[in-house]
C-alpha cells in the first residue's frame, strides 16, 4: 500500500525556487518538499518522508552543480528519471514598484551571474543570497521597492511580487537538467524506448588506466555523453569519474562496454538506468 510520502517530492531551497518549478513541471500530481539543503533533500528519501528527490545537477551556463557527484555514489539512492528546466529569471519587486525605483538586486550568486547584462545597463548593486526563491521572500518581507530579486515568476507568484521584466537571463539557452532519485531502482525496459546509464568508476593506479578504460565505449559504439572526474577522500591518487551513456545497461553493446570498464576499474557502480529525456532529441 502507497504511504502518503509516496506523493511528496522533496527539492533544495525555498517554495519557487527552480527545483520546486521543475517538481510541478515533471511531477504535477505529487506534493513538493522544501528542504534546507541538499542533504535534507536526500535524506527525505532515505528516511521515508518523501518518495523522490528533484536534484539538480548541471546547467548550461554554469556547469556542474557543486556537492551532488560527492553525495549521489554513498546515498543509497537511484536516479530513476531526469528532467531538463528552462530557466527563464524575473526581476521581480514590490506592488507597485518600477526599474526607476530599484537599486539594488539580490540573488543567488549563479543567477547573478547569469543577468550580468541587465544588472549592467541598469546600474544595480548587486548582492549575492544562498538561494533565489529566498532572496524573493526576504523581498516580499522588507517590502522595500528599491530592493529587487532575481528569480522565477513561480516565487513572485508565491510571494505576492510584481514581475518587473521577463526573461533577463543573458542565454537563452540556460537548462538545469535534474536528475530524479528514488530509495528503489526502476529501470524501464529495454524495449521500452531510448534510455540513459549513469554510472561513477574509479580508475587503477596504472599508466593509461582511464585510455583502456574508455576503449570499450568507442569499440562498443556506445556514446558517452558526460565524463567528469573529481576527487575523493582527500587522495589526489584516488579519482573518481562520473559518467553517463546512451543507452541501457543491458543493452548489448552498453553491456560489453560496462564489462570492459571493469578491467580496468577498482570501482564501478551503477546509478541508474532511467528513460532518456525528449529534450535530448532537440537540435
Not at 537563452?172 to 549513469?198: I, Q, Y
Not at 551513456?245 to 552498453?254: I, P, R, S, T
Request: aromatic share 8%; net charge negative; hydrophobic share 40%.
Amino acid at each position: 500500500m502507497a504511504s502518503p510520502a509516496d506523493n511528496m517530492i522533496a527539492f533544495q531551497g525555498f517554495a519557487g525556487a527552480y527545483s520546486h518549478l521543475a517538481c510541478r513541471e515533471a511531477f504535477p500530481n505529487l506534493e513538493a518538499m522544501p528542504c534546507g539543503s541538499f542533504e535534507d533533500a536526500f535524506d527525505a528519501v532515505k528516511s521515508g518522508n518523501a518518495g523522490l528527490a528533484m536534484i539538480p545537477i548541471e546547467n548550461s551556463v554554469a556547469g556542474r552543480v557543486a556537492d551532488i557527484h560527492t553525495f549521489l555514489p554513498d546515498s543509497g539512492l537511484y536516479i530513476v528519471a531526469e528532467h531538463f528546466q528552462r530557466v527563464n529569471h524575473c526581476l521581480l519587486g514590490v506592488k507597485g514598484a518600477t526599474v526607476a525605483d530599484i537599486k539594488v538586486v539580490h540573488s543567488h550568486i549563479q543567477a547573478l551571474s547569469q543577468c550580468r547584462n541587465l544588472i549592467r545597463d541598469l546600474g544595480l548593486k548587486a548582492e549575492i543570497e544562498a538561494d533565489t526563491a529566498g532572496s524573493a521572500k526576504d523581498i516580499a518581507d522588507a517590502g522595500d521597492s528599491a530592493h529587487a530579486a532575481i528569480a522565477s515568476a513561480l516565487a513572485g507568484e508565491i510571494y505576492g511580487l510584481d514581475v518587473i521584466r521577463h526573461d533577463i537571463e543573458d542565454a537563452d539557452h540556460n537548462t538545469t537538467r535534474f536528475v530524479v532519485l528514488s530509495r528503489t531502482a526502476k529501470r524501464p525496459e529495454p524495449t521500452d524506448g531510448p534510455a540513459m546509464t549513469s554510472f561513477v568508476f574509479q580508475v587503477r593506479n596504472v599508466p593509461s588506466a582511464l585510455y583502456k578504460a574508455m576503449g570499450g565505449f568507442a569499440t562498443n559504439s556506445v556514446n558517452m555523453t558526460k565524463l567528469e572526474s573529481y576527487q575523493v577522500g582527500g587522495s589526489f591518487n584516488a579519482t573518481q569519474f562520473y559518467a553517463d551513456v546512451e543507452g541501457h545497461a543491458d543493452d548489448k553493446n552498453v553491456s560489453l562496454a560496462l564489462e570492459e570498464l571493469q578491467f580496468f576499474t577498482s570501482k564501478l557502480k551503477i546509478l541508474g538506468v532511467y528513460p532518456a529525456h525528449p529534450f535530448r532529441g532537440r537540435g
